[in-house]
């Protein structure tokens, strides 16, 4: 067998491809673990960034659920004071009105006290007729005057005797 320098050029050269080959491949695989480290990497750095804003959103949750119950219990409070205000000015008010209702009793109290010492009666008086008009001064005139036993005005008693005859 003869070995020519086309075949040592051409060995070279298979040999040369083939290191070529091997060196590409051999940087391929770096790139490729290189690509793997930096997604792992990226996974890693998302996962951490996803737990906390897990973690804030929880906080944020927690501390909204907090705010809510300290809102309902203020409302709670205020409603539980406008009702104690709203007792305590009823109760006033039926004091106040229990009071002033004592305070009328007692003067009409010292009034019929007042009277009862006059001589007066207690009671109130009243009167039928007024005084004044017509009727109560015909009335007082025919008393007065003897005239009221006739039955009228006819002072001679004249048209009660026409008539009796």
Same mark, same amino acid.
């Given at each position: 067998?003869?070995?020519?320098?086309?075949?040592? &050029?051409?060995?070279?050269? $298979?040999?040369?491809?083939?290191?070529?080959?091997? #060196? &590409?491949?051999?940087?391929?695989?770096?790139?490729? !673990?290189?690509?793997?480290?930096? *997604? %792992? $990497?990226?996974?890693?750095?998302?996962? !951490?960034?996803?737990?906390?804003?897990?973690?804030?959103?929880?906080?944020?949750?927690?501390?909204?659920?907090?705010?809510?119950?300290?809102?309902?219990?203020?409302?709670?409070?205020? #409603? *539980?004071?406008?009702?104690?205000?709203?007792?305590?000015?009823?109760?006033?008010?039926?004091?106040? !009105?229990?009071?002033?209702?004592?305070?009328?009793?007692?003067?009409?109290?010292?009034?019929?006290?007042?009277?009862?010492?006059?001589?007066?009666?207690?009671?109130?008086?009243?009167?039928?007729?007024?005084?004044?008009?017509?009727?109560?001064?015909?009335?007082?005139?025919?008393?007065?005057?003897?005239?009221?036993?006739?039955?009228?005005?006819?002072?001679?008693?004249?048209?009660?005797? %026409?008539?009796?005859?």
């Amino acid at each position: 067998m003869i070995i020519t320098g086309t075949m040592i &050029a051409g060995g070279l050269m $298979a040999g040369a491809s083939i290191y070529q080959a091997r #060196v &590409a491949a051999d940087n391929a695989r770096k790139a490729a !673990q290189s690509a793997r480290d930096r *997604t %792992a $990497a990226l996974r890693t750095s998302s996962e !951490q960034q996803i737990a906390q804003m897990q973690a804030e959103a929880t906080q944020r949750a927690k501390q909204f659920q907090s705010q809510i119950e300290q809102s309902r219990a203020d409302t709670a409070a205020s #409603v *539980t004071a406008a009702e104690e205000a709203r007792a305590q000015s009823q109760a006033q008010m039926t004091q106040q !009105q229990a009071q002033s209702n004592l305070m009328i009793h007692q003067q009409q109290l010292q009034s019929a006290i007042a009277r009862s010492q006059k001589g007066s009666p207690v009671g109130k008086t009243r009167r039928t007729a007024k005084r004044g008009t017509p009727e109560s001064m015909r009335t007082k005139l025919s008393i007065d005057s003897g005239l009221g036993a006739t039955g009228g005005g006819d002072p001679d008693g004249i048209s009660n005797q %026409a008539l009796n005859v």
